[in-house]
């Protein structure tokens, strides 16, 4: 039967539309609704109030994390320390008491898989490709990556998929970043991205779904995939999706919440069944070349403020638009850059390796290995890697690459957002630069005042041991 060409957006859409409205919204299908601490409790309060229950508690899971402590979180009696900050104590408790009350599988803060939820998701296999997935977090875009539609939500519409498991909305239209040609060596998934942002700008997909597509991604980890599809957001858009594919379906076989058995076989057969049709169209396309892309780092307060790390601080004359001018030039004297400073001159005191955009094996294998039988320098003051979750803390612990952090004179951290947010004790001085492998670098981010340059994990390490942003290239050839 011959039908139209689709995308693997229209193909996942139209499977999970239940009803569309004359005014073109769709009643959509929900198959996982991750759920932290910060988003969710007035959602369950008014469920409370409303005398309901969580439609399918099987296909929701609770993790904190953007709250809690990355510091030690049993006393030496092991017994679980409080959380001294009021509000994000009031937060964790809510959502204990929640999960339970409402029948939700919930990973608390010492259970050895606690973690990101964008780095649980995927590595429990509670994130599928071709399902829909929701969080009351903007991140949520991360799960793109082994091929899910997913996309952050609000507070209220928490409320109506723990109601229903459904949701009401508009389709998105549909945007083709293709990016030709491979990486060139020392260059990442995060450089990639953070170009792909600095191209098409934070408004560049709003409005739309991005498809990444092209050899890069056919032969980039799940854990690259994942960090590219966490700052689709970042670039205005919806969602981030990747077809899934042979590499995905190696990553998720046999995790604790993937289909087991001829389950498993049928998932697996439509999997391979949603990769966008020869023909099918896209409302927009980018074309990028991969072999342009050098080691990306950011000046400015906005994920598109990014340059090759060999490049100077632009001139805010050298933009265009009136507008972003005067951004910039607010920009660069919060970051107290000048125009034209070389970026491989400016010094950091602060080193941050972590949050859901890099954070799992493969981004601390990559930091590890710049920093292997090196030093941080004197004026890095304070530096910290922070594992995604308990079992990429583990898995790192296996391997030595803690040992090479703490001989490198870095932290050692239990999981959790950390300094990717001001949220929890992890915080930027202020006036003082991180170099940071998290996602966003807007004004107040990492703490107040405190100024922060956005890189890949090589680049963070490479930028401790100079105490200076730096080509990784010069440390690793
Ligand atoms: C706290 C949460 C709602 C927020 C988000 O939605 O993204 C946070 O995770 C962030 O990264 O800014
Ligand atoms: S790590 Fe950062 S970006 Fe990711 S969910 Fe936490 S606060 Fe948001």
Avoid at 257 to 278: E, H, I, K, N, Y
Wanted: with cysteine.
């Amino acid at each position: 039967m011959a039908s139209r060409p689709r995308t693997l957006y229209e193909k996942i859409w139209d499977a999970h539309v239940v009803e569309t409205r004359e005014d073109g919204t769709s009643l959509v299908y929900i198959d996982r609704h991750l759920v932290h601490e910060v988003t969710s409790p007035q959602a369950f309060e008014a469920l409370r109030i409303a005398g309901r229950t969580v439609r399918r508690p099987d296909l929701t899971l609770a993790v904190p994390d953007h709250n809690l402590p990355t510091t030690a979180r049993r006393d030496a009696s092991g017994n679980r320390l409080p959380i001294a900050d009021p509000e994000s104590a009031a937060q964790l408790a809510a959502l204990e008491r929640n999960a339970p009350e409402f029948g939700i599988a919930y990973i608390g803060p010492t259970d050895a898989a606690q973690g990101i939820v964008h780095v649980v998701g995927p590595e429990q296999g509670f994130s599928l490709p071709g399902a829909t997935i929701v969080c009351g977090d903007s991140h949520t875009a991360s799960h793109g990556g082994i091929g899910a539609l997913a996309f952050g939500i609000g507070t209220s519409e928490v409320e109506h998929v723990l109601a229903t498991q459904t949701l009401l909305l508009q389709p998105s239209k549909t945007m083709e970043v293709r990016v030709e040609g491979e990486l060139p060596a020392g260059v990442t998934a995060k450089d990639l991205i953070l170009h792909i942002i600095g191209r098409i700008g934070t408004a560049g997909g709003t409005g739309h779904v991005m498809e990444y597509r092209g050899p890069v991604f056919d032969a980039m980890s799940v854990e690259g995939r994942l960090t590219v599809c966490n700052m689709s957001i970042e670039a205005g858009a919806r969602a981030g999706l990747i077809a899934p594919d042979e590499t995905v379906f190696a990553y998720l076989e046999g995790r604790p919440f993937a289909p087991r058995g001829d389950a498993w076989d049928r998932a697996v057969a439509w999997w391979r069944s949603l990769g966008t049709d020869p023909g099918a169209r896209f409302d927009k396309s980018v074309v990028i070349d991969a072999r342009e892309i050098e080691p990306t780092v950011t000046w400015g307060t906005s994920p598109e403020d990014v340059a090759p790390i060999g490049a100077s601080v632009p001139h805010p004359d050298s933009f265009a638009d009136p507008g972003k001018r005067d951004a910039v030039r607010r920009s660069l004297a919060y970051m107290g850059l000048e125009p034209g400073q070389k970026l491989a001159e400016v010094p950091i005191e602060n080193v941050f390796i972590g949050s859901c955009t890099n954070s799992r094996i493969e981004d601390l294998r990559a930091a590890a290995q710049v920093l292997r039988g090196r030093r941080k320098a004197e004026g890095v003051k304070w530096a910290i890697v922070v594992p995604g979750s308990g079992l990429v803390k583990a898995q790192a612990e296996a391997e030595g690459l803690d040992q090479v952090f703490i001989e490198a004179g870095l932290e050692w951290r239990e999981p959790g957002c950390s300094a990717c947010l001001a949220m929890n004790p992890d915080k930027v001085p202020p006036g003082e630069r991180c170099a940071s492998t998290s996602n966003r670098n807007f004004v107040g981010r990492q703490g107040p005042g405190a100024r922060t340059h956005l890189l890949s994990p090589a680049m963070a390490a490479a930028a401790a041991v100079t105490g200076k942003l730096t080509d990784v290239r010069e440390l690793v050839g």
